[in-house]
């Protein structure tokens, strides 16, 4: 979960001065700062999952894939600032300015959920990141047990979405055309393969960051 760092509003250009001399990661929402928590183990292993597989299958194509140490800006002004936990680009990436540490043009996001941040994941953070003109697909995979849930934009501008259950499962990326495997996301995690209940699917919406 973020916790707020300033009570009063900054500009993104005074935020932007302030992260690059910190030693710690911190969002920025709507003149606001909010401070980034550590993950936990199957969190980090989660998304290097995600990022050794995709990196190894777009290995030879014009295609990047990083993961959270890439800040990503959705609207230059007041808009989000924040570090997906892994993020495909492919061809030209256009970067804020010539610090080439803010990138305006992802194709993929993939954020990796926990119960206190899956509700603003799923919407407002949703929201905010189909502002994005170059996003194709938007992936939210569970830590817990085996479920990924997969938003493809579609030539209308709406999103279609599809639910990858259980580790035979896979997803595809039309984007970079390839596959993910649920059982190589979900290596060495020990995750559940059993549906979740309703109860289990309540999470709490953490503060607008």
Known sequence: MSAQLETTYITAEEYLALERKAETKSKYYNGVIYAMSGARRKHVRVAGNISRELGNKLID?????YQSDLRVCVNPQ??????????VTCGEERFLDNEFDTLLNPIIVFE??????????????????GAIESLKEYVLVAQDRAKIEHFARQPSGQWLMTIAQGLDATIKLDAVECELSAREVYRRVGVKEELASLKDEADTEEPTS
């Open 61 to 65: 194509r014009d295609c990047d894939v």
């Open 112 to 129: 990796v959920l926990s119960k206190p941040t899956a509700s603003y994941d799923r919407n407002q953070k949703f929201e905010l990141y």
């Open 78 to 87: 007041r808009g989000l600032y924040t570090y997906p936990d892994v993020i």
